[in-house]
């Protein structure tokens, strides 16, 4: 949003001033995720300010978008009779994201102002396991029957639309609430009123179960660009949807798991400005530990084969450029995979194919370093034709190596269960760091006859 520092400032000078009805005109037009932006950079003792001369229609909208700090922040200043409007127009989901975040003490007061068919709800869906799918779906949605005309779908609808989620797709169930079709409203705007809904219903439904990982259910969005999914037990119950935006809400959150792990940290689910420094101390520390101690493989090298750096201290020079080309031939490889891997567009079947085009790339761009390479370790570094060979001759092998490390473990590491992202740059270029030096050493030794 535009201004936003200059709608602050005024804000808080409106607010000191007592000027609120001026401060209430000022925000009653926002958008509510713009209030929620604006809310997060006013000083706290204008949050619970500014939130209460929201109009009452976009206080529950607002407040979904805060982040959790924030939102306790606000509750623990609510009333009793504000804390249960809000809790009662918040969509399900909402909420329950919401008392994800919260401290005991404040998930029991909200829980305490929940009716008690919510509260059912509510703790149905948080039991759930955290990264299934019926954790992220809402069970606010239009269920219509087969029987049904587009007339009468109409009215149903129009009765349940102000508690709905979402009302553009509707869901054809039976009395036993076995899903059977899914009707949209444009089908039922381009249909005559006298039409039955069990004729104009899509009968090939793609749903996901209940403890399906929501990481499929992102994949599913994508794939068929939904703009909800309907969510099924073992019988093929219709329980609840997953909408759009929950799902992009998923995606993002392991979009950021799996940079943090490339780039060896462990996750976490607070933005880098809300993260202490010692959590965040905690999250980087084991990986640098396990790094720095895999790192020492190199260095045994070097000490094995110190009587050859002895003899020609030039090979020294070289160490450097061999391990960092190689850790990022490997690195270009290995995000590449992972990438693929997460998107569904790579099995372990294609492995062997995989792993035939990436030795050919490697050769390729190991060729033409090794040449390029050539040229400046005789024009510029000087150096005589037979360390220029033995450098470019290991340059080419290990960013051959590299690049079928990089493409092999990530594939390998799924299919045993582990999480590729882990395989990424700094595990990587750690194993291919010792195997650049091996292959180093070994050619320098048999030409040089050290």
Known sequence: MENMDAIIEELIELIDNKKIHSAKELVQDMNEADIASMLAHLPSRYQVIVFRIL???AAADTFAFLESDIQEVLIRAFSDRELREIVDNLYVDDTVDMLEEMPASVVKRILKHTDPETRKIINEIMNYPE???GSIMTTEYVSLKKNMTVEQSFERIRKLAIDKE???????TNEQNILQGIVTVKDLLLSSYSDIIGDIMET????VNTLDDKENVVHNFDKYDFLAMPVVDKENRLVGIVTFDDAMDVMQDENTEDIEKMAAIMPTDKPYMKTGIFETYKKRIPWLLLLMISATFTGSIIQHYENALGTYVVLTAFIPMLMDTAGNAGSQASVTIIRGLSLNEIEFKDIFKIQLKELLVALICGLTLAVANFAKLLIIDRVSVQI???VCATLTIVVVVAKF????????????GFDPAVMASPFITTIVDAISLLVYFQIASHLLGI
């Open 405 to 416: 490390v990089g493409c092999t473990l990530p594939i390998l590491a799924k299919k045993i």
């Open 388 to 390: 220029a060979f033995i």
């Open 166 to 172: 979402t009302i553009y797709t509707c869901y054809v």
């Open 55 to 57: 109009p009452k229609e």
């Open 204 to 207: 090939n439904i793609i749903s």
């Open 131 to 133: 990264d299934s799918a």
